[in-house]
């Protein structure tokens, strides 16, 4: 039997109690293109985004990210891990196509911490609206069109009260990520793991912190500029736009350059990532971090951005 395997992050889900807010924060200020609206739910993408949507945004009584969602290689690939995952004792539930608007056949399973899962493989190609289409046949939308204007998602960073190798074994084990950098405990514990399933230093990220609200919180999610120099025009735009905002700063660990903002309608934080390196040796050893050298790993210069929830207040994943 032919192993399956995960392409990518494809999207997420965002429930916001205050919609109106979202949709000004992430269309007008982050600067996504809107796919289509279909029963109150709103289908966003980057500029350089090909599939249907690589978010979801609607209504709800409660703030949260509702699912996490990666497409697999090849199409087979979902049944397989649907097999593999619920040999192993995970619970599957199906969605059929159609229930997400662009997406085929796929299901959604818990993580070990709550977190919610959702693997597909079909999804739209779809063009854009000739009003904003690109004149580059290999660029979905007009680049800058308005707001920061990221040009694709980059990845998610979960935040539980469950140590991070609880939820990096899973991944690796259950799902074929790989360990790319990570903190260790002085016990062997990890309370950071960055892992990958692409040649980024990550496609998701896990952080520790024994005082979160649950087990299943979410940290942030990502979005990409091309360089430095956007993202000091984004620290531009959301100041003069009044968003809370923390950066710009570097990351140790990736070698990122990074500016965290909070969405005013969900209270969900995003950073806007750019730099790093590109992991492309087939033997990568995971670089590992001690608790004393954090100074350097998550703030290597700049406006200082830690893991933990005390000063940073996380949503329900």
């Given at each position: 039997?032919?192993?399956?395997?995960?392409?990518?992050?494809?999207?997420?889900?965002?429930?916001?109690?205050?919609?109106?807010k979202?949709?000004?924060?992430?269309?007008?200020?982050?600067?996504?293109?809107?796919t289509e609206?279909?029963?109150?739910?709103?289908?966003?993408?980057?500029?350089?985004?090909?599939?249907?949507?690589?978010?979801?945004?609607?209504?709800?009584e409660?703030?949260?990210?509702?699912?996490?969602?990666?497409?697999?290689?090849?199409?087979?690939?979902?049944?397989?891990?649907?097999?593999?995952?619920?040999?192993?004792?995970?619970?599957?539930?199906?969605?059929?196509?159609?229930?997400?608007?662009?997406?085929?056949?796929?299901?959604?399973?818990?993580?070990?911490?709550?977190?919610t899962?959702?693997?597909?493989?079909?999804?739209?190609k779809?063009?854009?609206?000739?009003k904003?289409?690109?004149?580059?046949?290999?660029?979905?939308?007009?680049?800058?069109?308005?707001?920061?204007?990221?040009?694709?998602?980059?990845?998610?960073?979960?935040?539980?009260?469950?140590?991070?190798?609880?939820?990096?074994?899973?991944?690796m084990?259950?799902?074929g990520?790989?360990?790319?950098?990570?903190?260790?405990?002085?016990?062997?514990?990890?309370?950071?793991?960055?892992?990958?399933?692409?040649?980024?230093?990550?496609?998701?990220?896990?952080?520790?912190?024994?005082?979160?609200?649950?087990?299943?919180e979410?940290?942030?999610?990502?979005?990409?500029?091309?360089?430095?120099?956007?993202?000091?025009?984004?620290?531009?735009?959301?100041?003069?736009?009044?968003i809370f905002?923390?950066?710009?700063?570097?990351?140790?660990?990736?070698?990122?350059?990074?500016?965290?903002?909070?969405?005013?309608g969900s209270?969900?934080?995003?950073?806007?990532?750019?730099?790093?390196?590109?992991?492309?040796?087939?033997?990568?050893?995971?670089?590992?971090?001690?608790?004393?050298?954090?100074?350097?790993?998550?703030?290597?210069?700049?406006d200082?951005?830690?893991?933990?929830?005390?000063?940073?207040?996380?949503?329900?994943a």
């Open positions: 039997m032919t192993v399956p395997e995960i392409a990518k992050l494809g999207h997420f889900g965002l429930v916001s109690t205050d919609l109106e979202s949709l000004w924060f992430f269309k007008e200020i982050l600067g996504l293109e809107e609206e279909k029963d109150g739910v709103h289908y966003l993408r980057a500029w350089g985004d090909f599939e249907h949507h690589t978010m979801t945004l609607r209504q709800g409660e703030a949260k990210l509702d699912h996490i969602a990666w497409r697999t290689k090849k199409p087979e690939d979902v049944e397989a891990f649907a097999q593999l995952l619920e040999e192993a004792g995970t619970e599957i539930t199906w969605n059929e196509e159609g229930i997400e608007a662009g997406q085929g056949k796929a299901f959604r399973f818990k993580m070990p911490s709550g977190h899962l959702e693997l597909y493989y079909e999804m739209e779809t063009l854009a609206d000739p904003s289409r690109s004149v580059l046949k290999n660029q979905s939308h007009r680049s800058w069109a308005r707001g920061v204007s990221p040009r694709r998602i980059d990845h998610v960073n979960l935040l539980s009260s469950l140590p991070a190798n609880q939820l990096s074994d899973f991944l084990e259950k799902l990520f790989k360990m790319r950098e990570c903190v260790e405990a002085p016990d062997g514990s990890l309370v950071g793991a960055w892992l990958s399933v692409t040649p980024l230093v990550h496609d998701i990220a896990i952080s520790f912190d024994p005082n979160a609200a649950s087990t299943n979410i940290h942030h999610v990502s979005y990409w500029l091309d360089n430095a120099q956007d993202l000091l025009r984004a620290a531009d735009i959301l100041k003069e736009n009044g905002f923390k950066g710009p700063g570097k990351h140790g660990i990736s070698q990122a350059m990074y500016i965290y903002a909070i969405d005013p209270g969900l934080r995003v950073e806007i990532f750019t730099n790093g390196y590109l992991i492309f040796e087939p033997d990568w050893e995971p670089i590992v971090w001690t608790l004393d050298e954090m100074d350097i790993g998550f703030t290597y210069w700049g200082q951005m830690d893991a933990s929830t005390e000063n940073n207040p996380t949503i329900k």
